[in-house]
Nanobody
């Protein structure tokens, strides 16, 4: 079974950039879509972005549109999330998940990894 593994989180200052990576452990991405979500304690998992397997279809949540860019390298089995102009409200644990279709609800995703913490200081 493929397990997704997130990496690249850290502590940065407001306005900085960070690049997260989602790798498929134990195989390759078999799903049509890979999505990035984030979660803070006490809140539901929030949609950030998704990308289609072909890479020609992407979609972003309103709070990150214009600042974050999702991309994928199928040869390397990775999906990256480039985060620019980071804000303190971007602080969260970031997760990637796999889905069969273009959903923005976390319930439709599976194979979640452990997540990677992103902290943005003001």
């Amino acid at each position: 079974q493929v397990q997704l593994v997130e990496s690249g989180g850290g502590l940065v200052q407001a306005g900085d950039s960070l690049r997260l990576s989602c790798a498929a452990s134990g195989g390759s991405f078999s799903s049509n879509y890979i999505g990035w979500f984030r979660q803070v304690p006490g809140k539901e998992r929030e949609f950030v972005a998704y990308i289609k397997r072909s890479g020609d279809s992407t979609y972003y949540g309103n709070s990150v549109k214009g600042r974050f860019t999702i991309s994928r390298d199928n040869a390397k089995n990775t999906v990256d999330l480039q985060m620019n102009s980071l804000k303190p409200e971007d602080t969260a644990v970031y997760y990637c998940g796999a889905s069969s279709s273009a959903y923005t609800g976390s319930i439709w995703y599976r194979d979640w990894g452990q997540g990677t913490q992103v902290t943005v200081s003001s």
